[in-house]
């Protein structure tokens, strides 16, 4: 038996399901924790004001200076943090983070496994963007940067699961999990 939960952490650039995978992985399986990320960011039209916990930067701030969050980073202008994880019993713990907050996690959790997801390819990943509501100079933004980020998260070794369709990448991302608790 484990002694503490596995940290699961799913990265990805804007654009690429994550947090409709993981809203649908947290559904199918009860055996995960999704811990709610702050952000300072403002919230999107038609965005349910679960997705985060949707703060002010001086608020945040003082979280950070609390030593509240597990990992934190700015992120195109906002704060984005995962709060330290309260006990959740016999339940894994689910981060949906930046790859900058994957790499604070991984430095303090060794043992933590990072899943990076990506698009089927920039068109699908501009389309989801487009679909969402991000303003069309964040998008641009957004594909610039998720190079970078797709480099950091095969430098960090994450597993990549690409996106083609919600069940099957569900149930990817759990024998993942599976096969990454019975090796460590």
Do not use: C
Request: no cysteine.
């Amino acid at each position: 038996m484990q002694s503490k939960p596995l940290v699961v952490v799913v990265s990805g650039p804007g654009g690429v399901g994550k947090s409709t995978v993981v809203k649908r992985l947290i559904a199918k399986y009860p055996q995960l924790w999704l811990s709610r990320s702050w952000t300072t960011r403002q919230q999107r039209p038609g965005e349910s004001s679960e997705a985060y916990n949707f703060v002010t930067e001086a608020e945040f701030l003082k979280h950070v200076a609390e030593g509240g969050f597990l990992e934190y980073t700015n992120f195109l202008g906002n704060y984005y943090g995962s709060p330290t994880p309260k006990a959740t019993g016999d339940q894994d713990i689910v981060l949906e983070i930046e790859v900058d907050g994957a790499r604070q996690v991984l430095d303090s959790d060794p043992k933590a496994l990072l899943i990076f997801l990506e698009a089927p390819s920039i068109e699908e990943q501009t389309k989801r963007l487009n679909d969402r509501g991000d303003d069309p100079d964040k998008i641009q933004q957004r594909l610039i940067k998720s190079a970078e980020e797709a480099n950091a998260g095969r430098e960090l070794g994450a597993t990549i699961i690409v996106n083609n369709d919600i069940e099957e990448t569900t149930d990817q991302m759990w024998s993942t999990i599976q096969a990454h608790k019975s090796s460590i």
